[in-house]
């Protein structure tokens, strides 16, 4: 069975950096682009970043809102994604979601459960 | 980025009711169109992939279709569990985008 698992999340102040981390099981993580997506409170779901696979450079692509400060990892021999976020301000409040698709740009199934980040003095 | 306006932002239906969501993209988008279906709490999880291939395990009573700048995601019988918010996601550009979100709720 396939599954992601997000963690790293909770309080921050803004300013702050945090490192969330999703962990992949039941495929060969390697072959996939992995994700980031996230959802304020009562609001839709907005798109973060990718990183592409090995095979496709693995190179990433940000959202505008996050491009400069968040930046997307990923570590093959653990099966492990990374979302590095710096300078975090309180319009990061969100739960994020990470999930993967072969090329970062198809669709997305299956989603992590999703972790909170609150960023809030 | 490509704009995605879904109609109506929510939606008051009963069960065994038939019903449409639409989503137009502001620029052609070819079949590079997915739905999500989400409930509160949970993750969103893929229904519709290619603008009207059946995700696996998603009953059939859901379908797509559309091509270019307009979408539709139909429900033929609304099941008790299919009260939800649905979202489209654009996957033609490499800026990911989705439709604001349409609430299904009970009437």
Same mark, same amino acid.
């Given at each position: 069975?396939?599954? &992601?698992?997000?963690?790293?999340?909770?309080?921050?102040?803004?300013? $702050?950096?945090? $490192?969330?981390?999703?962990?992949?099981?039941?495929? %060969?993580?390697?072959? #996939?682009?992995?994700?980031?997506?996230?959802?304020?409170?009562?609001?839709? &779901?907005?798109?973060?970043?990718?990183? $592409?696979? !090995?095979? =496709?450079?693995?190179? %990433?692509? #940000?959202?505008?809102?996050? !491009?400069?400060?968040?930046?997307?990892?990923?570590?093959?021999?653990?099966?492990?994604? #990374?979302?590095?976020?710096?300078?975090?301000?309180?319009?990061?409040?969100?739960? =994020? =979601?990470?999930?993967?698709?072969?090329?970062?740009?198809?669709?997305?199934?299956?989603?992590?459960?999703?972790?909170?980040?609150?960023?809030?003095? | 980025?490509?704009?995605?306006?879904?109609?109506? /932002?929510?939606?008051?239906?009963?069960?065994?009711?038939?019903?449409?969501?639409?989503?137009?993209? /502001?620029? /052609?988008?070819?079949?590079? *169109?997915?739905?999500?279906?989400?409930?509160? +709490?949970?993750?969103?999880?893929? *229904?519709?992939?290619?603008?009207?291939?059946?995700?696996?395990?998603?009953?059939?009573?859901? /379908? +797509?279709?559309?091509?270019?700048?307009?979408?539709?995601?139909?429900?033929?019988?609304?099941?008790?569990?299919?009260?939800?918010?649905?979202?489209?996601?654009?996957?033609?550009?490499?800026?990911?985008?989705?439709?604001? +979100?349409?609430?299904?709720?009970?009437?």
């Amino acid at each position: 069975e396939v599954q &992601l698992v997000e963690s790293g999340g909770g309080l921050v102040k803004p300013g $702050r950096s945090l $490192r969330l981390s999703c962990t992949a099981s039941g495929f %060969t993580f390697g072959d #996939y682009a992995m994700s980031w997506f996230r959802q304020a409170p009562g609001k839709g &779901l907005e798109w973060v970043g990718f990183i $592409r696979s !090995k095979a =496709y450079g693995g190179t %990433t692509e #940000y959202a505008a809102s996050v !491009k400069g400060r968040f930046t997307i990892s990923r570590d093959d021999s653990k099966s492990i994604a #990374y979302l590095q976020m710096n300078s975090l301000k309180t319009e990061d409040t969100a739960v =994020y =979601y990470c999930t993967r698709d072969p090329t970062g740009v198809d669709w997305f199934d299956p989603w992590g459960q999703g972790t909170l980040v609150t960023v809030s003095s | 980025d490509i704009q995605m306006t879904q109609s109506p /932002s929510s939606l008051s239906a009963s069960v065994g009711d038939r019903v449409t969501i639409t989503c137009r993209a /502001s620029q /052609s988008i070819s079949s590079y *169109l997915n739905w999500y279906q989400q409930k509160p +709490g949970k993750a969103p999880k893929l *229904l519709i992939y290619a603008a009207s291939s059946l995700q696996s395990g998603v009953p059939s009573r859901f /379908s +797509g279709s559309g091509s270019g700048t307009d979408f539709t995601l139909t429900i033929s019988s609304l099941q008790p569990e299919d009260f939800a918010t649905y979202y489209c996601q654009q996957s033609y550009s490499t800026t990911i985008t989705f439709g604001q +979100g349409t609430r299904l709720e009970i009437k």
